[in-house]
């Protein structure tokens, strides 16, 4: 008889069964977690530049979380960043950086990113980048007198750039690459990073072309700007800025081998802005490859899909003074829109 009753008693039991868990919520583009992991990439990005200007964060465009298993995520960052004045090569921390104006032709990059967070960690596992500058119809609109972007083999630029580099030769520098403007009444401005060369200050005036870079383990760098008046024809006033040897900096140097004499074979074809490149973490375990997969949302589609889904919400009855939720992404801008 009790083993009858126990058998009703188990029989009776409710049976549980575990529910799924939820899929964790998507992150937002102004989300503190999106915006650390933005921060890991462009310090990320700047680090692993050899040329131009470091780079701040403008927007996150776009962010797509991937789980790969416990604590172990796959982020897509697709940000929107402003060229900064600080050099590639300027220790100047990011934060201490002034962004470069509308006014004065600002520069925009545009980046992929693909990151791990691993145990609440981010790593930087490859990223792709492009640039571009602000149309100069733009710049004419907001300021009718601002300099302009001018081509690398313009005549006046190189001019320019060869008299300041004869000039500021008694320092025993060698030009790497440049930034330049042309600026009105017959003004032209450059600036470009310098390095140290084994010429004395006496052999460097006598012949700047026959002097060559010091290697890297024993190379000190800087940064110049240069003014020169064209009419009437002046002397170019040049300023550096030294920065001194930086130990494991390996700086990029635009036609690498020549000598600091052949100012036109180094610069042809070299922008100030290019930030067409890509970056590979070699120990990373996923792909290094810096194309990302066609599944990868862009911004435009994120913000149709969420302006769609609004106006889907909008045809249902609402509180009066009820107000809809922001989409999660893009994200808000920091500083400007070009």
Known sequence: MKALVALILLVQLPIHKAAPAAPPAPLGCDDPESEAAAEVAVSYINGHSHHGYKFALNRIENIRTVPQGPNNDIIFLELDLLETKC????????????????????VEGDCDVKLQKLAGKFSVLASKCHSHADSSEDVQQLCPDCPLLESLNNTEVLATFSAALQFHSAQSLKQFSCFYQHA?????????????????????????AACQLLPDDQSDYGFCKATRVIQPSQDPSVDCQLYGHQPGVTYFQPGQGTSAGLVPSVVQGFTNHNLRLSHNNPVASESSSSEFPSSALSAKSVAK?????????????????FVPPPPPCPGKIRYFDI
Not at 87 to 106: F, K
Not at 191 to 198: R, S
């Open 305 to 321: 899909r969420a302006v769609a889904e609004v106006a889907q919400h909008d045809k249902v009855p609402r509180p009066v003074g």
């Open 87 to 106: 050099h590639i090569l300027d220790p100047t921390p990011l934060a201490n950086c002034t962004i470069r104006s509308l006014a004065e032709h600002a």
């Open 184 to 208: 009105p009444a017959h003004i032209v401005s450059v600036e470009f990073a310098v390095g140290a060369t084994n010429c004395s200050a006496a052999a460097a005036q006598d012949n700047v």
